[in-house]
């Protein structure tokens, strides 16, 4: 439970709020990083960002859940402006039951912000490039929300472009409660941002340890969480795959969704959202389609059992060309 890093570039202060200035052009390559809360952590300051931060080709977190995994995030990235995190196989966040104590948000790769909930948080940030990184076994058993990639970037209403494409995301799981859940791909932020290409599978039981807390929230593929506004907008979110098979032991109405959003006024401007695959087990009666909503619950308040009915749940219709069909992935990893 105490803030231990692999690697951190801040300020005086070693603490992911601790203002860094001018640490520009820095890079980060092929490191092996174990046992510790956080795997690498930039921090620029939000008035005057770090400028090309390079985090590429490191493997973070343990080859098993114990002592030698990555307590929370792996890697976690603000305020900095035309960055990249790309090639890093990200693995072991968190913990099963017996290999945590005491809940916490855990997250993969984490932009802007490293916690997520119903009310999902911004911070400046910009330009980001995510690509190429394999994310697999992020798991919070302690009531907490688990999250693969976390893209949630603010720049006054200026666009963020940033773009992520071509990651693998595997097994994210957490027994949420009262707003906290697991998402594969969370977005909360960001205007003119690029989601495309992005493989994603969700399975399995997320209370297999009967002294866990019962769940009382959904999950996620994708989740957009806020609403559209002139500092989010313009999104377009294409070309991903979801494969959905997550269950609650404890909670049979719990819902685990291929792709959720905020509501249904949400926009996506000149961006959009189409040619994915919304992929679930159809013998799993927790899966569904897709859902909308705003309110803290294990369903969200507007469901879509299948792809006919995802595709007219916006005002302004999306995923017209989606499809929902199996897609074949070599192995469950």
């Given at each position: 439970?105490?803030?231990?890093?692999?690697?951190?570039?801040?300020?005086?202060?070693?603490?992911?709020?601790?203002?860094?200035?001018?640490?520009?052009?820095?890079?980060?390559?092929?490191?092996?990083?174990?046992?510790?809360?956080?795997?690498?952590?930039?921090?620029?300051?939000?008035?005057?960002?770090?400028?090309?931060?390079?985090?590429?080709?490191?493997?973070?977190?343990?080859?098993?859940?114990?002592?030698?995994?990555?307590?929370?995030?792996?890697?976690?990235?603000?305020?900095?402006?035309?960055?990249?995190?790309?090639?890093?196989?990200?693995?072991?966040?968190?913990?099963?039951?017996?290999?945590?104590?005491?809940?916490?948000?855990?997250?993969?790769?984490?932009?802007?912000?490293?916690?997520?909930?119903?009310?999902?948080?911004?911070?400046?940030?910009?330009?980001?490039?995510?690509?190429?990184?394999?994310?697999?076994?992020?798991?919070?058993?302690?009531?907490?929300?688990?999250?693969?990639?976390?893209?949630?970037?603010?720049?006054?209403?200026?666009?963020?472009?940033?773009?992520?494409?071509?990651?693998?995301?595997?097994?994210?799981?957490?027994?949420?409660?009262?707003?906290?859940?697991?998402?594969?791909?969370?977005?909360?932020?960001?205007?003119?941002?690029?989601?495309?290409?992005?493989?994603?599978?969700?399975?399995?039981?997320?209370?297999?340890?009967?002294?866990?807390?019962?769940?009382?929230?959904?999950?996620?593929?994708?989740?957009?969480?806020?609403?559209?506004?002139?500092?989010?907008?313009?999104?377009?979110?294409?070309?991903?795959?979801?494969?959905?098979?997550?269950?609650?032991?404890?909670?049979?109405?719990?819902r685990y969704y291929a792709i959720s959003g905020h509501s249904a006024?949400?926009?996506?401007?000149?961006?959009?959202?189409?040619?994915?695959?919304?992929?679930?087990?159809?013998?799993?009666?927790?899966?569904?389609?897709?859902?909308?909503?705003?309110?803290?619950?294990?369903?969200?308040?507007?469901?879509?059992?299948?792809?006919?009915?995802?595709q007219l749940a916006y005002t302004v219709n999306q995923d017209a060309?989606s499809i929902q069909a199996d897609p074949g992935y070599n192995s469950?990893?």
């Amino acid at each position: 439970t105490l803030s231990t890093y692999g690697i951190i570039m801040s300020g005086t202060t070693i603490s992911t709020t601790s203002n860094g200035v001018d640490n520009d052009n820095n890079s980060f390559l092929e490191n092996r990083i174990i046992r510790a809360r956080y795997g690498i952590v930039t921090r620029g300051t939000t008035t005057n960002l770090n400028e090309n931060i390079q985090v590429l080709d490191n493997i973070i977190g343990a080859a098993a859940f114990g002592p030698d995994e990555i307590g929370k995030v792996g890697i976690f990235m603000q305020a900095d402006n035309n960055s990249t995190v790309s090639g890093n196989i990200i693995q072991n966040i968190g913990g099963d039951f017996a290999n945590t104590s005491g809940g916490a948000d855990k997250v993969g790769i984490a932009i802007g912000q490293e916690s997520w909930s119903m009310s999902p948080g911004t911070l400046t940030s910009a330009n980001y490039t995510i690509t190429r990184n394999t994310i697999q076994n992020v798991v919070e058993e302690r009531t907490f929300s688990a999250i693969g990639i976390l893209l949630a970037t603010t720049n006054g209403g200026s666009p963020t472009n940033n773009v992520v494409a071509n990651n693998f995301i595997n097994n994210v799981k957490a027994n949420g409660t009262s707003g906290d859940h697991c998402v594969g791909l969370a977005i909360s932020g960001g205007h003119s941002d690029i989601v495309v290409h992005n493989s994603i599978r969700m399975a399995g039981d997320v209370d297999p340890n009967a002294g866990a807390s019962a769940t009382t929230m959904f999950g996620s593929g994708i989740r957009i969480g806020a609403a559209s506004s002139t500092s989010f907008a313009n999104l377009t979110l294409s070309n991903n795959i979801v494969y959905m098979d997550l269950s609650s032991s404890s909670t049979a109405a719990a819902r685990y969704y291929a792709i959720s959003g905020h509501s249904a006024a949400y926009s996506f401007g000149t961006g959009g959202q189409n040619f994915n695959d919304y992929y679930i087990n159809p013998a799993n009666t927790q899966c569904a389609t897709g859902g909308l909503g705003s309110a803290s619950g294990n369903t969200l308040s507007t469901q879509f059992a299948t792809l006919a009915n995802w595709q007219l749940a916006y005002t302004v219709n999306q995923d017209a060309s989606s499809i929902q069909a199996d897609p074949g992935y070599n192995s469950a990893t």
